[in-house]
């Protein structure tokens, strides 16, 4: 199994609810849903983690209860935290932003070692050329 979320602790292949720190995590989404930043609403939970920790830690669908986590917070606390989220991005005008994808850098310059060796077949000579491709020069 991967790692267990904040907030539960495996007992006999069982997922159960760590009190303490599902008290923590509720504390976290009162404390946002409230007004408070990320990071201050965690740390007033008693959760010393950074902002995008925070962020995921209100993401982790898990927390809503699944086959094998109990929940630990109700649909509509996870859906308003959720739309808040959203609200706060577009008033910071975080939405509409994307990574420009970097372009693939297709190597075109090689090094060869010396043919021996000359096919009629133009498949074979390729394959043979190809085969002597020692490395790539940057």
């Known amino acids: 199994m ?38 201050k609403a965690a740390a007033e939970a008693g959760i010393e983690t950074y902002h ?8 982790n669908p ?14 509509e606390t996870y859906d308003k935290a959720a ?13 509409d932003r994307k990574k420009a994808a970097k372009p693939a850098v297709i190597p075109t310059r090689f090094h060869f070692a010396e043919a021996e060796t000359e096919y009629e077949d133009p498949r074979l000579q390729a394959e043979y050329l190809y085969s002597l491709i020692e490395s790539e020069v940057s």
Do not use: V, W
Not at 5 to 14: M, R
Not at 52 to 59: D, F, G, H, I, Y
């Open 52 to 59: 995008s920790t925070a962020k995921r830690l209100m993401e």
């Open 2 to 39: 991967g790692h267990t979320p904040y907030g539960y602790t495996i007992q006999n292949g069982c997922a159960l609810i760590d009190e303490e720190k599902a008290d923590k995590i509720r504390k976290l989404y009162d404390n946002y849903l409230s007004g408070m930043a990320l990071n």
């Open 62 to 75: 898990h927390y809503l209860g699944d086959d094998f986590y109990p929940a630990i917070i109700d649909r």
């Open 83 to 95: 739309e808040e989220r959203l609200r706060r991005a577009g008033k910071l005008g975080r939405l």
